[in-house]
């Protein structure tokens, strides 16, 4: 399960980059409905932000634990940053930040996958 928890947190970094892709896209050409309503809303950023810190506190501690780098754990702590940064700027800006973010998240899920592969292979 240890190499598995970064997977998850790659995957809902994954997931927050496409929501944040999609949803202009789909007001561009003007689809809605309920559900998309609910997914432009305040409490979807917030909840989703949560999540993303819940897996980091759950994946990168545990990581340092086994191979001491604390690479991963900087880039989560940047993802996080830009992620709550996000939140502050205007709107036309959080596409930026969010990219940024996600993809702070994923490279830095990645080296700890990396990192802890290699221990358990020494």
Known sequence: ?????????????GLCMVHCLALPVFAAVGISSTG?????????HF?????????AVW?????????KSVIPS?????????????????????????MTSGVSFIIGHLIN???LLIKNIS
């Open 74 to 98: 900087l880039l989560a702590l940047a993802g996080v940053g830009l992620m709550i940064m996000a939140t502050k700027v205007p709107e036309n800006d959080e596409f930026y930040w969010v």
């Open 1 to 13: 399960m240890k190499n598995k928890k970064d997977l998850l947190g790659i995957a809902c970094s």
């Open 36 to 44: 998309l309503i609910y997914l432009f809303s305040e409490s979807t």
């Open 113 to 115: 996958r990396h990192l």
């Open 59 to 67: 994946v990168f501690p545990s990581g340092w634990r086994v191979h």
């Open 47 to 55: 909840w989703l932000n949560i999540l993303m810190i819940s897996i």
